[in-house]
């Protein structure tokens, strides 16, 4: 039996980091704590892009065009999709969901969703450096363990033209 050990060290491994304008307040604490968290965890900040874009519906394709460049080894995607009594917040939690998991289908680059989804501000501020932690922090970690595991996974096998 080979068991593939969890391991969080981000030490030579390089990172995107998508994330949302919307909701700033929130988000930019995500950020410090995701970027603390690969820092700590070995990565070189200069071995980190942050990308912003407008709101969590503009994820997708940020991530995407990051993912397929072949510079990084994880994306972390940061959002805060917060509920105002609307449909919109159902269309953009849906569409960032469906576009980040097609971004990890398509390309088979490790994106940690890092994408809040609350009924109110103050369960985002709660987990964004609050009562229940940062999660930035979450998903870096999240993201260092994927890089490690696919890098060791066995590769596919190479087909013949
Ligand atoms: N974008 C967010 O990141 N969070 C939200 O809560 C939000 N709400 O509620 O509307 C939101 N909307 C903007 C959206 O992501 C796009 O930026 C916009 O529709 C332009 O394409």
Redesign the pocket.
Known sequence: MRVYPSVIDATGLRFAVVV????HLI?VRLLEGCTGELVARGAVAGDIDVAW???????PLAARVMAKSGRYDAVVTL??????G?P??DF?CQS?TDGVREVVRDTGVPVAFG?LTTNDVDQALARAGGPEGNKGAEFARAAIEMAHLCRRLPAPPEVEA
């Open positions: 949302a304008r919307f909701n988000c874009v407008p709101g969590a519906y503009e994820i959002g805060a999709v917060i509920r105002a609307t919109h917040f953009v960032v994408v």
